[in-house]
């Protein structure tokens, strides 16, 4: 800016820090994307039994950001980065069986889960309304789709595996357009790995969920 103006308009500031926020979120998404498909790549032999601490661990380096994120940036992000990497590790063995039996699958619910994380994370991040009480009729929708897995493992119900997946979709259709939506309104750079984190979620489950409609569809 030009040396005679001493400062700029807090709208400028804003944007900024908005357009900082942005670049660095997404930029830790992409990372933490990379450290998954490398720890999916190291656990691809690996048993399940591991696959399922590695989980454990996964969840617990998560839990640990939010205590971390106010305290030491750089630990916030060593964690989040060992988020994505155990994550990896830990569905590796899924990504293997499905590479295995029908790796097209992998292919089409990639591109799918693009097009899907484009299409509601741009309506999020443009949209006015406050989606605050939309996260939170999600969130309970998902301990109700839980609850309905858990049913699903005991009772054969037809369709029951696709009804899943479909209603997990819409489910986190809300979540992406919330976190987007929290994105685009935080100003905090220091939240950066905290939503990165949460759209590095929406973004894995929804892959999985395409993941079982696709794989359903080519049986």
């Known amino acids: 800016m ?3 103006y001493p400062y700029q308009p807090a709208g ?3 944007r900024d820090r908005g357009h900082t926020l942005f670049a660095q979120t997404m930029a830790y998404v992409a990372g933490t994307t990379g450290l998954f498909a490398l720890g999916a790549y190291l656990g691809r032999n690996l048993s399940s039994g591991i696959a399922f601490v590695a989980y454990l661990v996964a969840f ?3 839990i640990a950001m939010q205590f971390t994120v106010r305290k030491s940036r750089q630990t916030t992000v060593a964690l989040l980065a060992a988020f994505g990497l155990l994550m990896g590790v830990a569905l590796a063995p899924t990504l293997v069986y499905y590479a295995n039996t029908d790796p097209q699958a992998l292919w089409q619910a990639g591109a799918a889960t693009a097009l899907f994380v484009a299409a509601f994370g741009a309506a ?5 309304r406050d989606l605050t009480a939309l ?4 969130f309970w929708a998902l301990v109700a ?3 309905f897995g858990i049913v699903l493992i005991f009772v054969n119900i037809p369709y029951g595996s696709l009804i899943y997946s479909v209603l997990g979709l819409v489910i986190f259709a809300g979540f992406i357009m919330f976190d987007f939506q929290r994105l685009r309104r935080s100003r905090d ?3 950066a790995p905290l939503l990165a984190a949460s759209i590095f979620l929406d973004i894995l489950n929804v892959f999985l969920f395409f993941l079982r409609i696709f794989r359903g569809g080519n049986r």
């Open 189 to 191: 750079v220091n939240s």
């Open 135 to 138: 996260a939170r009729v999600c």
């Open 124 to 128: 999020g991040y443009a949209t006015r």
């Open 145 to 147: 789709l839980l609850v």
């Open 12 to 14: 400028v500031v804003a």
């Open 2 to 4: 030009d040396s005679t």
């Open 60 to 62: 617990a380096a998560l």
